[in-house]
Every structure is written in C-alpha cells, then in structure tokens.
C-alpha cells in the first residue's frame, strides 16, 4: 500500500471516530437535560415547560404593583424564546376580575368563542403606551368555575 493510501485511511478513521464522540456526547446532552412535567419539557429550558419566578417579576414587566385585591391561588412562569411571555395565573371572584380589569386595562373586552378550549372568555390588549417593564400587550384568558370564582391567566408579553 503507497503512504498516500495509508494516510487517507489514517484520515477517514479519524473522522469516524470524532463523528462517534460528537454523537455521543448529542444522546447524552439530550438524555441528561431531563423531562419535566410535560412530555418533551426539559427541566429549566423558558422556551418549553417555561421558568417559575416570583409575582411580583411577572407583574412588574407589565407595569403593575400588585395582584388584583382577592386575588388567591398565585403562580407565576415565565416562557421566553423569541419573545417573553409571563403567565400570571390566578382565582379571584367573577365580580372582583371585572372591577380590576376596569382599572387597569378599560379597553381590554372579554369575549366568548376562545381558541384555548378551557376559556369561558378571553381578550387581549396592546399597550399604548407599553409598558415600561417591556410588555407590548396582555391576554387575559378566563375559565368560570361553580362557586361565583374565576381561573385567570393573566399573561403579558413582547414581540
């Protein structure tokens, strides 16, 4: 065999063998990352399952203090990919999400006919002015429950 024809062998098992490492190390970076709740949700990954963070992060980047007055049941994720997106979600008395909703967002109508399946009523809002904490519109989905109360995610985010 010419030296040539050994070393273009020496060459090819050289890139097998990184081709194997690489692939390698692809399953295990792929195995080790972990299911979270949700099939296919990688643990910590905000573009996924999404991130738990404290309230009062989620509402200040719409520009609000606090939970609506009422306000029970409180979790807050954040999702972030291209654009942000917090989901606020809540349970407050019917009559309490519509005083609030008047305050703080008066243009913002709930309707009927949601794409989400579990919404009773949904709506959304762009913000004129935005917000200063960097939100540029807020959805706010509603799901009825028996006792007078309502489930409610409250989910500002950009673009």
């Given amino acids: 065999m010419s030296r040539t024809g050994g070393r273009a062998a020496g060459v090819g098992g050289l890139v097998a063998a990184l081709a194997l490492v690489c692939l390698g190390w692809a399953v295990w970076a792929t195995a080790s990352a972990g ?3 949700g099939e296919g949700a990688r643990t910590g990954d905000p573009r996924s399952a999404g991130v738990k963070v ?11 203090v606090r939970l609506p007055s009422g306000a029970k ?15 606020i979600r809540f349970r407050i008395a019917r009559t309490g999400l519509g005083a609030w909703l008047g305050e703080v967002y008066p243009g913002l109508e709930l309707r009927t006919g949601c794409v989400q399946e579990d919404a009773d009523r949904c709506g959304t809002l762009t913000l004129d002015p935005y917000a200063e904490g960097g939100a540029v519109a807020v ?10 109360r309502a489930l409610v995610h409250y989910r500002p985010f950009d673009t």
Avoid: N, S
């Avoid at 309230?55 to 609000?64: G, N, P, S």
């Avoid at 959805?139 to 007078?148: L, P, S």
């Fill in 35 to 37: 299911l979270d709740e």
């Fill in 73 to 87: 049941d409180a979790a807050c994720v954040m999702h972030h990919g291209i654009d942000t997106l917090y989901d």
């Fill in 54 to 64: 404290p309230c009062r992060e989620a509402l200040r980047f719409a520009d609000q």
């Fill in 139 to 148: 959805e706010v989905t509603v799901r009825d429950e028996g006792d007078g």
